[in-house]
């Protein structure tokens, strides 16, 4: 991995074929995350304009900005990242959430995507953040840890059903 063409950028109609070509890569391996990208780039992009300002927003849900992890304009990731958390985000979810690329897996960038991304939460005035994920999800598990995420407990996942990891990270 040469780390010096990999940024951490906000959202940008300029990678569209880009975002699609992951999008697709993730529908492929049944993991459809970005459906409505897939339908209607433009509207997915205002969508998380929104996001970011709170606008329109579900009682449960909060403010959440996303990132996309670029190389040579290729994205191999993205990332979502909050400011505050609900009583529903503090069992599950967290301050941040992120998805590497299937093919892109097991490369270190999810490990330096969380990095580049704790950073960006210290400088909008975090403190700690606080991250989750499944049991099982061993990788996760290791990204969280090698940025220094400490077991804080464990919980079910109320969409699941399945057991789920809970990790605070010190900034």
């Not at 569209?16 to 990208?37: G, P, Q, T, V």
């Not at 606008?55 to 993205?78: K, T």
């Not at 919980?155 to 990790?167: D, F, L």
Request: aromatic share 8%; with cysteine; net charge neutral.
């Amino acid at each position: 991995m040469n780390r010096q063409n990999i940024t951490l950028i906000n959202p940008t109609v300029e990678l569209k074929a880009a975002f699609l070509a992951m999008a697709e890569e993730f529908f492929e391996a049944e993991e459809d995350f970005y459906k409505s990208a897939r339908e209607d780039f433009p509207a997915y992009l205002e969508s998380l304009l929104k996001a970011s300002r709170g606008e329109n927003l579900p009682p449960d849900r909060v403010p959440e900005n996303e990132f996309w992890l670029v190389s040579d304009n290729r994205v191999l990731g993205r990332i979502k990242l909050r400011l505050r958390l609900t009583p529903a985000l503090e069992h599950q979810g967290g301050h941040i959430g992120y998805d590497i690329r299937p093919s892109e897996r097991q490369k270190g960038y999810g490990t330096l995507l969380l990095k580049l991304t704790l950073l960006k939460a210290k400088e909008l005035g975090l403190s700690r953040v606080l991250l989750t994920c499944d049991t099982d999800n061993i990788g996760s598990a290791k990204i969280i840890e090698n940025n220094g995420g400490v077991l804080s407990g464990q919980a079910i996942s109320k969409k699941s059903g399945k057991p789920i990891s809970q990790y605070w990270i010190e900034l």
